[in-house]
Protein backbone atom coordinates (compact mmCIF):
# COMPACT_ATOMS: atom_id res chain seq x y z
CA UNK A 1 0.00 0.00 0.00
CA UNK A 2 0.94 3.60 -0.67
CA UNK A 3 -0.24 6.56 1.45
CA UNK A 4 -0.63 10.01 0.18
CA UNK A 5 -0.01 13.43 1.60
CA UNK A 6 -0.58 16.76 -0.08
CA UNK A 7 0.05 20.19 1.41
CA UNK A 8 0.48 23.42 -0.19
CA UNK A 9 -2.60 24.65 -1.86
CA UNK A 10 -4.19 27.97 -1.17
CA UNK A 11 -5.59 31.45 -2.68
CA UNK A 12 -3.10 33.03 -5.25
CA UNK A 13 -3.29 36.83 -7.49
CA UNK A 14 -3.05 36.36 -11.21
CA UNK A 15 0.56 35.72 -11.97
CA UNK A 16 1.78 34.36 -8.50
CA UNK A 17 3.01 31.13 -8.02
CA UNK A 18 2.12 28.01 -5.57
CA UNK A 19 4.10 24.89 -4.69
CA UNK A 20 2.05 21.97 -3.86
CA UNK A 21 4.00 18.93 -2.31
CA UNK A 22 2.60 14.93 -2.19
CA UNK A 23 4.14 12.79 0.28
CA UNK A 24 4.47 9.21 -0.71
CA UNK A 25 4.89 6.51 1.83
CA UNK A 26 4.57 2.88 2.65
CA UNK A 27 5.33 0.47 -0.63
CA UNK A 28 7.51 2.99 -2.91
CA UNK A 29 9.18 0.74 -4.66
CA UNK A 30 6.28 -0.16 -6.23
CA UNK A 31 5.17 3.04 -8.06
CA UNK A 32 6.43 3.69 -11.37
CA UNK A 33 4.29 6.86 -12.28
CA UNK A 34 3.35 10.06 -10.05
CA UNK A 35 1.03 12.81 -11.39
CA UNK A 36 -0.95 15.81 -10.44
CA UNK A 37 -4.25 16.16 -11.50
CA UNK A 38 -6.98 18.98 -10.80
CA UNK A 39 -10.45 18.93 -10.84
CA UNK A 40 -13.04 22.11 -11.36
CA UNK A 41 -17.31 21.42 -9.61
CA UNK A 42 -19.19 19.25 -12.60
CA UNK A 43 -16.43 18.14 -15.01
CA UNK A 44 -14.02 15.01 -15.24
CA UNK A 45 -10.70 15.15 -13.19
CA UNK A 46 -7.71 15.80 -15.87
CA UNK A 47 -4.42 14.96 -15.99
CA UNK A 48 -2.22 18.24 -15.46
CA UNK A 49 0.98 16.52 -15.12
CA UNK A 50 2.68 13.37 -15.08
CA UNK A 51 6.43 11.46 -14.51
CA UNK A 52 7.09 7.67 -15.18
CA UNK A 53 10.39 5.60 -13.75
CA UNK A 54 13.16 6.56 -16.41
CA UNK A 55 12.04 10.07 -16.40
CA UNK A 56 9.48 11.29 -19.11
CA UNK A 57 7.60 13.53 -18.16
CA UNK A 58 3.89 15.21 -19.86
CA UNK A 59 2.52 18.00 -18.91
CA UNK A 60 -1.20 19.64 -20.52
CA UNK A 61 -1.01 22.00 -23.16
CA UNK A 62 -2.65 24.52 -20.86
CA UNK A 63 0.60 24.46 -18.12
CA UNK A 64 3.22 23.81 -20.45
CA UNK A 65 6.30 26.33 -19.84
CA UNK A 66 4.24 27.23 -16.30
CA UNK A 67 4.02 24.11 -14.36
CA UNK A 68 7.09 21.88 -13.32
CA UNK A 69 6.41 18.51 -11.45
CA UNK A 70 9.45 16.95 -9.73
CA UNK A 71 10.17 14.50 -7.27
CA UNK A 72 12.41 13.82 -4.46
CA UNK A 73 13.20 10.77 -2.08
CA UNK A 74 14.17 10.91 1.22
CA UNK A 75 14.92 7.83 3.00
CA UNK A 76 11.20 6.14 2.66
CA UNK A 77 9.51 9.00 1.29
CA UNK A 78 9.57 10.23 -1.95
CA UNK A 79 7.55 13.38 -2.73
CA UNK A 80 6.35 14.59 -5.88
CA UNK A 81 5.70 18.49 -6.53
CA UNK A 82 4.30 20.72 -8.47
CA UNK A 83 5.68 23.57 -8.92
CA UNK A 84 3.03 26.51 -10.06
CA UNK A 85 4.06 30.18 -11.79
CA UNK A 86 2.12 32.55 -13.50
CA UNK A 87 -1.01 31.37 -12.50
CA UNK A 88 -4.32 32.21 -13.95
CA UNK A 89 -7.84 32.39 -12.38
CA UNK A 90 -8.73 29.05 -15.01
CA UNK A 91 -5.90 27.12 -13.06
CA UNK A 92 -8.38 27.11 -10.40
CA UNK A 93 -9.68 23.79 -8.98
CA UNK A 94 -8.90 20.59 -6.43
CA UNK A 95 -5.30 18.99 -6.80
CA UNK A 96 -5.31 15.75 -6.48
CA UNK A 97 -1.42 13.49 -6.61
CA UNK A 98 -1.75 10.22 -7.95
CA UNK A 99 0.64 7.31 -7.96
CA UNK A 100 0.47 4.16 -10.46
CA UNK A 101 2.04 0.59 -10.19
CA UNK A 102 0.87 -2.00 -8.65
CA UNK A 103 -2.14 -0.25 -7.92
CA UNK A 104 -3.42 3.55 -8.17
CA UNK A 105 -3.50 5.62 -5.17
CA UNK A 106 -4.97 9.31 -5.01
CA UNK A 107 -4.31 11.85 -2.51
CA UNK A 108 -7.15 13.74 -0.58
CA UNK A 109 -6.96 17.01 -2.96
CA UNK A 110 -6.07 20.26 -2.17
CA UNK A 111 -7.63 23.67 -3.31
CA UNK A 112 -5.90 26.32 -5.53
CA UNK A 113 -7.94 29.53 -5.96
CA UNK A 114 -6.56 32.16 -8.58
CA UNK A 115 -8.28 35.38 -7.70
CA UNK A 116 -7.30 38.79 -7.11
Known amino acids: QVQLVESGGGLVQPGGSLRLSCAAS????????MAWYRQTPGTPRVLVAR?????????ADSVKGRFTIYRENVRNTATVYLQMNNLKPEDTAVYYC????????WGQGTQVTVSS
Open 26 to 33: GNIESITS
Open 51 to 59: MVRGGNLYY
Open 98 to 105: NTGGQAIY
